[in-house]
């Protein structure tokens, strides 16, 4: 279960005068009466999800890993960041004797694309084009790319390679992978993109990349129950929206989130579509956006504790790193160094992240909130995706939005396709 400390956030209101609010809109959440009530299949998932297609699931992933180097996993937003950022987090930046997991369809940029396909060319392959309506732009144009070389290098056996998840009927990809010979997987009607990672959308490549997703779907529905209670001070992921709400209020329009493992900047990622997507809309919302400390304090740290007071700060701490090392000592002591030899890196982090905290919250009077994770296994990712989809869902409701669409997006789609020349 992940917890909460709002003791840092300096909160105006008292969030126990949401009570009431909190209990309507909970209850819409649960009745599918709330605004874009078609879109909320991810609440119960972790009891509703298609066991047989689970186990095909299993067992597709278990068929890439023996037969490829790499799963190229073609999609954008909400089809590929879920899944990149439970690879990362779960597997780490260098994961020894696992495949490796390459992205595409997530740009237009020539030169990418083009290094993908020249490293593709002297190693064994699988893909995983993952779009409900399948002429997703950037995906369809990558994976036409893609289709062309699979069948090239394998011939009549590429179609065992390529995995296809997409709508159960409908779009262009579904005919095609029948056709084809694709095996399917279904993106779920009532699951929007932002919140598929805990469907054959993610579970697929999470599954590849060697990682335990009925741990996962654990963490999910354990969180079902941990983030379910409509009473504040038993519910840590209804009381962070609360508080999101709150700091709007004293106008604090950008929220930084901000972690301390690289394996978790994917995280970050996944994180602000979420949260973006989620509630910025109707004029209203809070800006997301993230750092890796410590890194990110040598360049926008400036910023946080001496700028204009515009923003502040979710930290997401994780108790029990991956792997931790100990600091070495040297008779030399060249570096002077030693005050350090014995000791935990990862206690060094923390102690970076406490000094972090002082300064931002006492001198550069920055509010901030602390969430913390117990580690860093798929345990932990399945149980994070209920929190914060709780938590997202909840703070756009309060604020008198679909947390469920993204009209805005749409707008940047009709202007390309019109000077791309798209009848």
């Not at 084009?129 to 699979?150: D, P």
């Not at 179609?159 to 005919?175: E, F, N, Q, S």
């Not at 002591?333 to 000791?343: E, R, S």
């Not at 923390?350 to 296994?377: C, Q």
């Amino acid at each position: 279960m992940l917890t909460l400390d709002l003791s840092h956030a300096f909160l105006k209101e008292d969030f126990h005068d949401y009570r009431e609010d909190v209990a309507k809109l909970d209850e819409a959440l649960r009745n599918k009466t709330c605004k874009g009530s078609d879109f909320t299949g991810w609440m119960t998932w972790a009891n509703d999800y298609d066991k047989e297609e689970f186990a095909r699931i299993k067992k597709a992933a278990e068929k890439i890993r023996n037969e490829s180097d790499v799963l190229v996993v073609c999609g954008i937003g909400g089809s590929y960041l879920g899944a990149r950022a439970a690879i990362e987090m779960i597997n780490g930046l260098y994961p020894a004797k696992q495949i490796e997991v390459i992205y595409m369809g997530n740009t237009f940029s020539s030169t990418y694309i083009a290094q993908v396909m020249e490293y593709l060319k002297d190693r064994e392959v699988s893909v995983n084009v993952i779009s409900k309506s399948g002429t997703t732009t950037e995906t369809a144009l990558a994976f036409r790319i893609l289709k062309q070389f699979m069948e090239d290098k394998y011939g009549d056996q590429a179609a065992g390679r390529i995995y296809a998840t997409t709508d159960k009927a409908r779009g262009a990809l579904k005919p095609m992978a029948d056709e084809e010979g694709y095996e399917t997987f279904v993106i779920p009607d009532d699951i929007g993109g932002r919140f598929s990672v805990i469907t054959p959308v993610g579970l697929l490549p999470i599954a590849a990349a060697g990682i335990d997703i009925d741990a996962l779907m654990q963490g999910l529905h354990d969180g079902m129950g941990e983030y379910g209670d409509t009473d504040l001070d038993k519910n840590p992921a209804y009381r962070y929206a609360v508080a999101r709400r709150i700091l709007q209020h004293q106008g604090y329009d950008v929220e930084l989130f901000v972690n301390y493992e690289p394996q978790m900047a994917m995280v970050s990622e996944w994180w602000k579509q979420l949260f973006g997507e989620s509630e910025g809309k109707d004029g209203l919302g809070i800006l997301p956006d993230s750092v890796n400390y410590s890194t990110d304090l040598h360049s926008l740290g400036q910023f946080v504790q001496d700028g204009k007071k515009v923003l502040f700060e979710t930290n997401l701490y994780v108790e029990q790193p991956m792997i931790d090392i100990t600091f070495p000592g040297d008779d030399k002591n060249a570096d002077k160094m030693n005050y350090l030899a014995g000791k935990s890196v990862d206690w060094a982090n923390k102690m970076a992240a406490k000094g972090t905290l002082m300064a931002h919250e006492e001198t550069g009077g920055v509010p901030n909130i602390i969430i913390t994770m117990p580690s860093m296994t798929s345990y932990d990712f399945g149980n994070m995706c209920m929190f914060f989809f709780k938590a997202i869902a909840m703070t756009t409701l309060l604020n008198g939005s679909n947390p469920f669409n993204q009209p805005g997006v749409e707008v940047y789609k009709k202007n390309m396709f019109r000077l791309l020349g798209k009848e």
